[in-house]
């Protein structure tokens, strides 16, 4: 069973202040992870996806991997109230041609004006 | 660009009865998926179909059924509604040729009440 781990939160953070967001997955075969963002009674949306080994950023989102210690983390620096919403991990497992695609619980993240 | 597009947004079912939810995306992506979500569950994955003609099941497959009518589309239908159905619908597609570059994008989502 492929497993994501997110810790659901809440997460409160001040405004201005560096949200970190952490997820874990069970399987080594793993290639590519994504973080969603869900407003509430919305879709997901994604925000970014990482592939290899170290830091990816883009703006004020940094996207880190370590696939040794299968783990993957989303910061959100100068955090905006317009930031408070449901992130969601998303692991991709590729397996006998076919993508499978599975996500965490979710972490809710509250940034206080 | 439309995307991803489901219908209905919302429906109320009685208990036995019968749906198809409707999927189409216009981003000539290989693979579709559908997904469940519920309070505190996250998304499950039903059933997805990594391209046109085939279909599998997810983590949570049974009560369903899906059709890949071709690239473009993909159902979920509910023969006999059950109030543990009642839930938020995703539909996602991505391009899903290889296990990189498989970032998905979602439908606005079915809500659906079986009562």
């Known amino acids: 069973q492929k497993e994501v781990e997110q810790n659901s939160g809440p997460l409160s953070v001040p405004e201005g202040a560096i949200a970190s967001l952490n997820c874990t997955y069970s399987?080594?075969?793993?290639?590519?992870f994504f973080w969603y963002r869900q407003y509430s009674g919305k879709s997901p949306e994604l925000i970014m996806s990482i592939y290899s080994n170290g830091d990816k950023e883009d703006g004020r989102f940094t996207a880190q991997l370590n696939k040794a210690s299968q783990y993957v983390s989303l910061l959100i620096r100068d955090s905006q109230p317009s930031d408070s919403a449901t992130y969601l991990c998303?692991?991709?497992?590729?397996?006998?041609?076919?993508?499978?695609?599975?996500f965490g619980t979710g972490t809710r993240l509250t940034v206080i004006p | 660009n439309a995307g991803v597009t489901q219908t209905p947004k919302f429906q109320v079912l009685k208990t036995g009865q019968s749906m198809t939810l409707q999927c189409a995306q216009d981003?000539?992506?290989?693979?579709m998926y559908w997904y469940r979500q519920d309070p505190g569950m996250g998304l499950r994955l039903i059933y997805y179909?990594?391209?046109?003609?085939?279909?599998d099941k997810g983590e949570v497959p049974n009560g369903y059924n899906v059709s890949r009518l071709n690239k473009r589309e993909f159902s979920l239908r509910l023969e006999s509604a059950a109030p543990s159905q009642t839930s938020v619908y995703f539909c996602?597609?991505?391009?899903?040729?290889?296990?990189?570059?498989?970032?998905?994008?979602f439908g606005q989502g079915t809500r659906l009440t079986v009562v």
């Open positions: 998303a692991v991709n497992f590729w397996e006998t041609g076919a993508n499978n695609l599975f």
């Open positions: 981003m000539n992506h290989n693979s």
């Open positions: 996602a597609s991505s391009e899903g040729r290889t296990g990189l570059n498989t970032e998905a994008f």
């Open positions: 399987d080594r075969g793993s290639q590519s």
């Open positions: 179909s990594a391209s046109e003609g085939t279909t």
